[in-house]
């Protein structure tokens, strides 16, 4: 696994306001109203014309679903290094945009589906492993690697923005920084440790990622403007 070296803090917002890393308080995602299932279309491969389902977004996901059918998986994205500094390895490695990591940095499950494993050689005693059960990569392996601690135990069945894990601080599994690399399966794995070979799997996994990416960002921005429309009406009602 590529190791993140992340120097540069960007950007402040209201999700930046986070205690320092010792006995600091930990992140939870905002409360939301439970996101409507979409229907998304199928990947390809599948029945000509048919549409696969996504299951319902965990009602506390600060994220909604992307076009590519997933959430993206940390919290909060105002934390997270711009995509310049992701790389592709045996999936795609991404992190804080200062080293952030434990809960100022959570993990979030990018489709509903069943924790079916913690800890993968080389990734850590505490990566989850998601069988994704919703969406175009139903039936697909999801690991999560370098997490530390897991959030959820093994067999629990989890929804898409649900938290799962938090990015491990320290050295956590073959890695020198804070990061999560996530990564897919090859379809058809039946095995959770049917791990895939460097670039087999990573670029769909990117482009998952992107997509999850950029409509988080969209909801972060609306949040940002809502607010302060309300801090504008606010104040223009004390005058």
Not at 37 to 62: E, K, N, Q, R, W
Not at 107 to 122: D, F, N, P, Y
Not at 151 to 173: F, K, M, N, R, W
Not at 223 to 232: E, F, L, S
Request: net charge negative; glycine share 12%.
């Amino acid at each position: 696994m590529l190791a993140l070296v992340l120097l540069v803090a960007l950007g402040t917002g209201p999700q930046d306001a986070l205690a320092a890393s010792t006995g600091g308080t930990a992140v939870a995602p905002p409360a939301a109203a439970p996101t409507p299932p979409p229907t998304i279309p199928a990947a390809p491969g599948g029945t000509g014309g048919t549409s696969v389902v996504s299951a319902p977004v965990f009602t506390g996901s600060p994220y909604p679903l992307s076009p590519s059918g997933w959430v993206f998986p940390l919290y909060p994205v105002s934390h997270v290094a711009p995509t310049s500094w992701w790389s592709l390895d045996q999936g795609v490695d991404l992190g804080g945009n200062a080293n952030q990591c434990g809960s100022h940095l959570r993990e979030l499950a990018v489709a509903s589906g069943t924790i079916v494993r913690e800890g993968l050689e080389g990734f850590g005693p505490s990566a989850p492993v998601l069988l994704v059960d919703s969406g175009p990569d139903l039936g697909r392996y999801v690991y999560y690697g370098h997490a530390a601690p897991a959030l959820v135990p093994v067999g629990t069945h989890v929804s898409a923005g649900q938290p799962i894990a938090e990015v491990g601080c320290g050295d956590v599994g073959i890695s020198s920084a804070p990061h999560l690399e996530i990564g897919m399966l090859p379809a058809g794995s039946k095995n959770p440790l049917d791990m895939p070979a460097v670039g087999e799997t990573s670029h769909e996994t990117m482009s998952n990622l992107s997509s999850a990416y950029r409509t988080a960002l969209a909801a972060y921005g609306a949040q940002r403007a809502a607010a302060a429309r309300a801090r504008k009406l606010a104040t223009t009602r004390k005058g």
